[in-house]
């Protein structure tokens, strides 16, 4: 729910679509005050929910992106072309050294690749 009403609000004043005065009209009685404010803020992921609370979680909006899906397509394609590069040299008694490559990779590509999405989805 990123566009909530009073984004959308605020938007179709900036294209023009509603005047100033419409929107104040339309938001008038409405009020935030600054401990209502703090306290959506203050509950976040740490504090513990009332037992019976729905708890919703969403992707942040940069996890939302195509890169993202497809920055973890690319991530999982090399894994398993590392993993499947290791499992075949093992099947016909591959060299040592290079099995340990494909082992390394496999194992770098898994941790770097999971590290970028966590950080790109948390972001």
């Known amino acids: 729910m990123r566009d909530d009403v009073v984004l959308e609000l ?10 100033v005065e ?3 009209t339309a938001l008038e009685g409405v009020e935030l005050s600054e401990e209502n404010y703090l306290s959506a803020i203050d509950h976040g ?3 513990d929910p009332v ?14 992106s ?3 899906v497809l920055l973890g397509l690319w991530g999982i394609v090399w894994t398993l072309f590392w993993a499947g590069s290791l499992s075949y040299g093992l099947y016909n008694h591959w ?13 770098n590509n ?3 690749y999971g590290h970028c999405l966590s950080q790109i989805c948390n972001a």
């Open 22 to 24: 419409d929107a104040r």
């Open 110 to 112: 898994a941790d770097n």
């Open 51 to 64: 037992p019976g609370t729905v708890v919703r979680s969403s992707l942040s909006p940069a996890g939302d």
């Open 66 to 68: 195509i890169i993202v």
């Open 95 to 107: 060299d040592q050294q290079l099995l340990s490559l494909f082992f390394s990779d496999d194992i």
């Open 45 to 47: 992921v740490f504090n």
């Open 10 to 19: 605020l938007k179709q004043v900036k294209k023009g679509k509603v005047s």
